[in-house]
C-alpha cells in the first residue's frame, strides 16, 4: 500500500511564508518523480512543481509560482518539501503530494499515479 502524507498547510498573510511537506510511505520513492498540484475553491486541480527523483534531480514548476516556490526531496526520509515564500491571497487551495509510477515527459495530472490527502493553505490579504 503506498501513502502519500502531506503536512504544514495553514493560515497566513500575504508575504509570508510556509513549508508543505510529503512522507512517502509502502515503497521507496528510488526512481519516482515527485510533485505538489493545488486546487482552488471552483478550479481545476493544477501542477504548482515537480522534481525527479533520479540523478540530476530537475525541477520543474507553473509560471505562477516560478520565483517564490522551491521544491526539494530528501532521500533519506522519502520526503518532498515545497517552500513557498512571498505567499498571495491567489495561492489559496488544497495542496497536494504526488508521485509517478514511472517517468513521463509531462507534469500533468494524468502523469501520476498516487495521491495525498490534501492539505489547506490560506493566504488573507
Known amino acids: 500500500q503506498v501513502q502519500l502524507v502531506e503536512s504544514g498547510g495553514g493560515v497566513v498573510q500575504a508575504g509570508e511564508s510556509l513549508r508543505l511537506s510529503c512522507a512517502a510511505s509502502?515503497?521507496?520513492?528510488?526512481?519516482?518523480?515527485m510533485g505538489w498540484f493545488r486546487q482552488a475553491p471552483g478550479k481545476e486541480r493544477e501542477f504548482a512543481a515537480g522534481?525527479?527523483?533520479?540523478?540530476?534531480?530537475?525541477?520543474y514548476y507553473a509560471d505562477s509560482v516560478k520565483g517564490r516556490f522551491t521544491i526539494s526531496r530528501e532521500y533519506a526520509k522519502n520526503t518532498v518539501y515545497l517552500q513557498m515564500n512571498s505567499l498571495k491571497p491567489d495561492d489559496t487551495a488544497v495542496y497536494y503530494c504526488?508521485?509517478?509510477?514511472?517517468?513521463?515527459?509531462?507534469?500533468?495530472?494524468?502523469?501520476?499515479?498516487?495521491w495525498g490527502q490534501g492539505t489547506q493553505v490560506t493566504v488573507s490579504s
Open positions: 504526488a508521485a509517478k509510477w514511472r517517468p513521463t515527459a509531462s507534469w500533468e495530472r494524468k502523469d501520476f499515479d498516487y
Open positions: 509502502g515503497r521507496t520513492f528510488s526512481g519516482n518523480d
Open positions: 522534481i525527479t527523483w533520479n540523478g540530476g534531480h530537475k525541477t
